[in-house]
């Protein structure tokens, strides 16, 4: 009895690591899909996280507008992606290797039974989806408090289509020529962090300031939704790291690591630069680290060892921190910090990386890998600016984009959505 319960318990093992082990003939590594269905939970977990994090940064009247920026996104960026985005992304390129295009992947009718790498590309697709839905959600913190919800929208829309698809073709798709001059973009740094940071300042410089800024008051209507925001981004950021290996191994392993320990690094170095500067240590600030090490990182993340990677949340905090010092006395309104955290804290990394990047990760030297990162850099704060400019001059133009003053006076939350978050009216 006892050797047939034991061969019936050899049986069942040696079913399970076929079954996880069977990715070469093209059927499915369940290993492998578990963790890539989990890390896209992950990333989609990460736009309310940062729908709170800049809903807690506005003024009360403007919470539940500020957080719709991001809640939109996930409806028409997902129903886009599905319709074009992907095909646009990764399909082969088009129009001089513009963006990509393959009939199969409109409407994602071509891949129902298709297996990629061991996981169903319907896995794969919807993961690089969660990018496309995030990115433009980052820009609202550039535009807070005084950008119209249609003409949000529409931008969005058509930032997708026209700036992030042919980028995420150029970086990630294997013919795209930014992957063929060997750019390092583990996770998004030219892709995400450059393209969204960018885009928010052209957008701020765009509309102008807030009415009243800076000389009226416009404290943060909850801190502690911020930093609750905070941390949901950083637990949605291993699925945003490691989940790009887009397997389940020793670089997932890495990547995980490497993103624990930027995060880490830049919240404490964060906190000890404002300690000394202003003389208390504030939690917005704590967040504010933990962000700009997470977005520095992002990009190298399965190049740097944790010591690197701790070196990059350092170096992203103290840069971001400054950039954050610069908006004040230039004057620009930047409502959130998309451009102050997300744009260099992206250029950090994509840069600085090539100082810490463990060997084997590249033929190049670092001179070499230098100076193909940073070509990388400057096409894709060229092209996010240029594209944004013209987005924002032509809906401008049509439907408008800037809030009238009666509704910025009002609020979001009344005037585009007849709510208000709190229950109450408040026009502080």
């Not at 290797?97 to 697709?125: A, C, M, R």
């Not at 009666?406 to 229950?423: C, F, P």
Request: net charge neutral; aromatic share 10%.
């Amino acid at each position: 009895m006892r050797l047939k319960i034991r061969a019936l318990f050899l049986m069942v093992v040696l079913l399970l690591v076929a079954n996880v082990t069977q990715a070469s003939d093209g059927t499915v590594d369940t290993g492998i899909t578990s963790w890539m269905l989990t890390s896209t939970a992950l990333v989609l977990l990460m736009i309310p996280g940062l729908a709170m994090f800049y809903g807690g940064l506005v003024r009360t009247k403007n919470v539940l507008g500020t957080m719709m920026h991001s809640f939109v996104a996930m409806g028409v960026m997902a129903v886009l992606w599905v319709f074009v985005g992907y095909a646009m992304s990764f399909g082969p390129g088009v129009l001089g290797g513009w963006f990509g295009w393959n009939k199969d992947y409109f409407l994602l009718q071509g891949i129902d039974t298709s297996i990629k790498d061991g996981i169903p590309e319907y896995v794969f697709s919807m993961f690089q989806g969660k990018f496309a839905i995030i990115t433009p959600a980052l820009i609202a913190g550039a535009l807070a408090e005084r950008v119209s919800f249609k003409g949000y929208v529409v931008f969005i829309a058509l930032w997708g289509i026209l700036v992030y698809n042919p980028l995420c073709h150029w970086v990630w798709a294997s013919d795209g020529f930014l992957m063929n001059m060997g750019a390092i973009d583990f996770a998004g740094g030219t892709v995400v962090h450059i393209s969204a940071g960018i885009s928010g300042l052209v957008g701020a410089l765009y509309l102008g300031a807030r009415r009243g800024h800076p000389k009226t008051a416009m404290p943060p209507s909850n801190l502690v939704m911020t930093m609750m925001g905070a941390g949901l981004l950083w637990v949605g950021w291993f699925g945003f790291n490691a989940g790009s290996s887009v397997n389940s191994n020793l670089l997932t392993a890495q990547a995980l690591t490497a993103t624990q320990a930027a995060a880490a690094a830049g919240a404490l170095v964060w906190m000890l630069i404002e300690g000394i500067h202003r003389g208390k240590a504030s939690a917005l600030g704590f967040a504010s680290g933990i962000l700009a090490g997470l977005v520095a990182v992002t990009p190298a993340a399965g190049v740097v060892q944790p010591a690197g990677a701790m070196a990059l949340g350092a170096i992203a905090a103290l840069l971001c921190y400054s950039a954050l010092l610069a908006k004040d006395k230039l004057g620009y309104d930047d409502s959130l910090d998309a451009f102050g955290v997300h744009g260099v804290g992206g250029i950090v990394g994509a840069i600085f990386l090539v100082f810490f990047m463990r060997e084997g990760s590249t033929e190049n030297t670092i001179l070499q890998q230098l100076g193909i990162q940073s070509l990388a850099v400057l096409i894709a704060i060229a092209y996010a600016a240029v594209m944004t400019i013209i987005l924002m001059f032509i809906i401008n133009k049509t439907i408008g984009i800037r809030s009238t003053e009666k509704a910025e006076m009002r609020g979001m939350d009344s005037e585009y959505h007849g709510e208000h978050g709190y229950g109450m009216i408040n026009l502080g």
